[in-house]
């Protein structure tokens, strides 16, 4: 008999969505396959049009999928939909607050409709407007917050009823610096709590910096799964990278640092890169054996891949915004449209 | 909660949040109540006086029922604004992913309307009052009257969520509300006898709603309300009224709510 923890907070089987207009059809979704368990987080990482917000979307229940089938905490979307929307929390691209309203009404307002009574609602409000620093602003009008402000309203809406499953569609698109490190803290803060987190992002940096368990999505599929380190593992492990202050020196540092043969050099840079089995201890090593070579550098590093090589290698493409034939037939992942907005 | 009680609850939270607004965003009512007003000006003082009446009367008492009429036809077109606004802040979003009542979303603006509007009618009354529009009926006709208008206005405000669901922008709300509302108001008796119409217009005007509420609401304030000899509609005005608040109610509000639960974006 399945117990509860054995349920995955989310399941997905084969999800195809396909936008149709005019007689143009794109797979929006061609297979998705995901699992996540209960408590931890997983970044679904990908560029525009890749098909996260679509996946949001079918498991908030806001999209039906044309195949395949999905569930959130054991509940399939389609026919327990309302069951649900009683266990996520969603917060999307867009900050889906009423601007009219002020913060404190705001979550009062969707505390009401998650059926708390007048005076839990309130309570609520204040518990989040207190952990979502927004206690000066709780009563202005939404209008007038900053963006991050909004998000951040916008988020603890989401987390009103408290939910089981926290999704985050895209949560620091169109935020300045500042504005995304704050969203940052408040995600993490959420995550430390234990609540099992989907979040989407653009941004290669982000996913690792959030999410435990990271799938890259690329035309409406899985492409890779895994830690953000097993992914950089894939890439080929860690790198050492030495700069040699005088050219004439390139052939004698690779023949010292690498005498298998598997380093290589650029002249134009007067780099030499060679694969780091050793990590960190072997780039002492490489220090030491340059010394006693007598050659002079200008730097050395260890450089481990980032999930920009990651993408790259899974790909072929570098994670940049809208490769062709795609994305452009939903509001789907745009954020310049949502810094219009 | 039984879920009749729940959708009801969740009506009114979304009614409050609709009318929370109102003294925040006062230019809306302003400028419906000055649109009117305009209106007022343009027809009692300047085309007016060019418009005679068969049988006689006061044209300005001809004019106010016609006049509450087509600014609460014209406030569907708010309602069709504030729907797509709602759906491009991704605000309907929102709503549609909390486990509440699926019909709270419409039926809380669709009565918020009606309650907006009530007051928007007695602004409008007032205004009436100081230029010489007379009640001369019953207190219960007077009453019957304002029940009417405001069945008229819940009505309207169904047309106005489907066609704030179904447009993409604000602006096209905007565009296709007046394309729906404008023919609807002028093509009536609301402003002319219908008499002075073309015989290609006067069955039209005859038939349309607007006429229907604007005839049942003069003959209810005791106002003049000229239509043509053995004309059905013009001496059936009140049921036809309700028959029309009934079938377009009967029409739209199914069509709403189907649109609603089909939103895919």
Same mark, same amino acid.
């Given at each position: 008999m399945a117990t509860f923890a054995d349920v995955a907070a989310i399941e997905t089987e084969g999800l195809v969505k396909v936008y149709r207009s005019g007689g143009d059809e794109v797979r929006a979704l061609d297979g998705v396959d995901l699992e996540v368990q209960e408590g931890t987080v997983l970044g679904l990482l *990908?560029?525009?049009?890749?098909g996260k917000t679509t996946t949001v979307r079918i498991l908030a229940t806001l999209l039906r999928a044309d195949a395949g089938r999905a569930t959130v905490a054991g509940l399939d979307v389609v026919r327990d939909a309302q069951a649900v929307r009683r266990v996520i929390g969603l917060s999307g691209q867009y900050a889906a607050v009423d601007e009219n309203l002020t913060g404190r009404e705001n979550l009062w307002m969707f505390g009401r409709l998650y059926r708390l009574s007048s005076a839990d609602a309130r309570r609520r409000a204040d518990e989040l407007l207190g952990q979502f620093a927004l206690e000066d602003a709780?009563?202005?009008?939404?209008?007038?917050?900053s963006g991050g402000m909004r998000r951040r309203l916008d988020l603890a809406g989401a987390l009103v009823g408290r939910p089981r499953l926290l999704v985050l569609d895209e949560?620091?698109? *169109?935020?300045?610096p500042r504005g995304r490190l704050g969203m940052w803290d408040v995600i993490r803060d959420q995550v430390r709590e234990g609540t099992t987190l989907l979040l989407t992002t653009q941004y290669l940096e982000e996913a690792d910096a959030l999410a435990d368990d990271i799938a890259v999505v690329d035309h409406g599929r899985i492409i890779a799964r895994g830690t953000s380190d097993q992914l950089k593992a894939q890439v080929g492990g860690e790198r050492i990278e030495v700069v040699v202050r005088d050219p004439g020196d390139l052939r004698h540092a690779v023949a010292t640092l690498a005498p298998n043969g598997d380093g290589t050099c650029d002249r134009h840079t007067r780099r030499v890169t060679v694969a780091a089995r050793g990590g960190a201890q072997e780039l002492v090593e490489v220090v030491r054996r340059l010394g006693e070579a007598r050659i002079e550098v200008d730097d050395v590093g260890l450089r481990r891949p980032t999930l920009d090589d990651v993408f790259l290698t899974l790909t072929g493409h570098v994670a940049e915004n809208g490769s062709a034939g795609e994305n452009d037939e939903e509001d789907e992942d745009e954020p310049d449209e949502e810094l219009a907005a | 909660m039984t879920s009749f009680a729940e959708a009801v609850s969740d009506g009114r939270v979304v009614a409050w949040r609709n009318l929370k607004r109102i003294p925040r965003i006062p230019e809306l009512a302003i400028f419906a109540i000055l649109q009117s007003i305009m209106f007022v000006v343009l027809f009692a003082f300047v085309f007016g006086g060019a418009i005679p009446l068969p049988g006689g009367g006061s044209y300005k008492e001809y004019l106010m029922p016609g006049i509450y009429i087509q600014t609460l036809a014209f406030a569907s077109i708010t309602t069709a604004i504030g729907m797509a606004d709602d759906m491009n802040k991704g605000l309907i979003d929102r709503f549609r992913s909390l486990p509440m009542a699926r019909s709270a979303v419409l039926s809380g603006r669709t009565s918020a309307d009606v309650v907006y509007n009530a007051g928007i009618l007695v602004v409008l009354m007032l205004s009436g009052l100081v230029v010489g529009w007379r009640v001369h009926g019953t207190v219960g006709d007077f009453v019957l009257a304002i029940v009417l208008m405001l069945m008229f206005t819940f009505a309207m405000a169904w047309i106005g969520v489907l066609l704030g669901l179904l447009v993409k922008t604000v602006e096209n709300a905007q565009q296709l509300g007046f394309l729906v509302i404008f023919p609807l108001t002028f093509v009536s008796s609301a402003f002319v006898p219908v008499e002075t119409l073309p015989s290609v217009l006067k069955p039209i005007a005859e038939w349309n709603p607007v006429s229907a509420l604007v005839s049942a609401t003069r003959d209810l304030f005791g106002n003049p309300n000229p239509y043509p000899p053995d004309s059905w509609p013009g001496e059936h005005a009140l049921p036809l009224s309700f028959a029309w608040i009934i079938g377009l109610l009967a029409v739209f509000a199914p069509l709403a709510v189907r649109r609603y639960r089909s939103i895919e974006r």
């Open positions: *990908g560029p525009n049009g890749a709780a009563d202005r009008v939404a209008k007038t917050y949560p620091t698109t *169109g935020l300045d | -």
